[in-house]
């Protein structure tokens, strides 16, 4: 099994520009989420899925977007592209039950707005 | 005040050692407990769960406190593949809202 897979793995975008990070899970895991993380500070929910369908809003979701249309995969858009979401990117998933069972995260997709 | 703090450190411990780690959590609402390792450049993996009862997984003992909201990692027996960064983790009650401490940074030496 490949687990969590990310792409890219590293991304240069101007400001303004937009693009997509990809997130395929292949352990048929139900919950999954979207996080950055920043020198100094935890892993910061930006938003999350308990299921094919149905998305919400973490802590930090504003200038992204999300939609799951697979249980396997879960894309995260960025939108209009700032030096403020310069960040490392890590997309994780979990077995039913949510986070409450741990997480297996991807190996994360380090941005650069510049 | 964020809502779970940890000592950033660095620990410094020559090979050999026991060292812990504390991390308090603010949520009394808080359910769920863990422990995750980080190391350099590389994504978070998952060390172990911890139980209000306490656990052992070989050389790594979690703790939790519930009446003073803290857990606590102790490693016996430092190695030098130690040397990562260690997450204190938190779930609330109830939802899908996970919290993360920055991380307590670990450097074992020879």
């Known amino acids: 099994n490949a687990g969590v897979t990310q792409t890219p793995k590293f991304q240069v975008l101007k400001t303004g520009q937009s693009m997509t990070l990809q997130c395929a899970q292949d352990?048929?895991?139900?919950?999954m989420s979207w996080y950055r993380q920043d020198p100094g500070m935890g892993l910061r929910l930006i938003h999350y899925?308990?299921?094919?369908?149905?998305?919400d809003q973490g802590e930090v979701p504003n200038g992204y977007n999300v939609s799951r249309s697979t249980t396997e995969d879960f894309p995260l858009r960025l939108l209009s592209a700032a030096p403020s979401q310069t960040s490392v990117y890590f997309c994780?998933?979990?077995?039913?039950?949510?986070?409450?069972?741990?997480?297996?995260f991807g190996s994360g997709t380090r941005l650069t707005v510049v | 005040r964020k809502e779970v703090e940890q000592d950033p450190g660095p620990f410094n411990v020559p090979e050999g050692a026991t060292v812990a780690f504390n991390c308090t959590y603010s949520?009394?609402?808080?359910?769920?407990f863990f422990w995750y390792r980080q190391d350099c450049r590389k994504e978070p993996k998952l060390l172990m769960s911890?139980?209000?009862s306490g656990n052992e997984d070989g050389r790594f003992t979690a703790q939790l406190n519930r009446a003073s909201q803290y857990i606590s990692l102790l490693i016996r027996d430092s190695k030098l593949s130690d040397s990562a960064t260690y997450l204190c983790?938190?779930?609330?009650?109830?939802?899908?809202?996970?919290?993360f401490g920055a991380g307590t940074r670990l450097f074992v030496k020879a």
């Open positions: 994780a998933s979990s077995p039913t039950g949510g986070p409450r069972n741990g997480y297996t």
């Open positions: 352990m048929n895991h139900e919950y």
């Open positions: 899925s308990v299921g094919a369908g149905i998305t």
């Open positions: 949520n009394s609402a808080s359910q769920s």
């Open positions: 911890v139980y209000s």
């Open positions: 983790v938190v779930n609330r009650t109830g939802g899908f809202k996970t919290i």
